[in-house]
C-alpha cells in the first residue's frame, strides 16, 4: 500500500498541469492564486493540517480575587495621587502589601 504522501507526489505534475492550463489565459493574480491553491491542497492532503491549539490570554493564576486586589491597589494610588497625604500613602502602602 502506498503512502498517502507518494500518491500525491506521484500525481503532483498531473495536478500542476491542469492548473497551468486553466490559468493560461486569466489574470496575473489569479496566475498566481491557483498554482498556490493547488499546492497548498496537494500538501495538505499528503502531510495532514496541524490543528492549532488555543492560547491561553490570561495566566493560569490569575483570578477574580487577584483582579479585585489589583484595582484596590491602583485606586489606592490613584488616591494618595492626587491628595499626595500621609493618610492616603499609608492606605496604599497596605493594600501594595496585601497585593504582593
Known amino acids: 500500500m502506498q503512502s498517502p504522501q507518494s500518491v500525491v507526489a506521484a500525481d503532483l505534475p498531473g495536478i500542476l ?32 493540517q496541524e490543528e492549532e491549539t488555543p492560547r491561553r490570554t490570561t495566566p493560569v493564576w490569575w483570578s477574580t480575587d487577584i483582579e479585585e486586589l489589583v484595582i484596590a491597589k491602583k485606586a489606592a494610588y ?14 496604599y502602602t497596605n493594600v501594595r502589601r496585601e497585593v504582593n
Open 78 to 91: 490613584n488616591k494618595w495621587l492626587t491628595t499626595r497625604g500621609v493618610e492616603d500613602m499609608k492606605g
Open 17 to 48: 498541469r491542469s492548473v497551468y492550463y486553466t490559468i493560461q489565459d486569466g489574470s496575473p493574480e489569479r496566475m498566481y492564486e491557483d498554482p498556490k491553491k493547488a499546492l497548498l491542497e496537494a500538501a495538505y492532503e499528503a502531510l495532514g
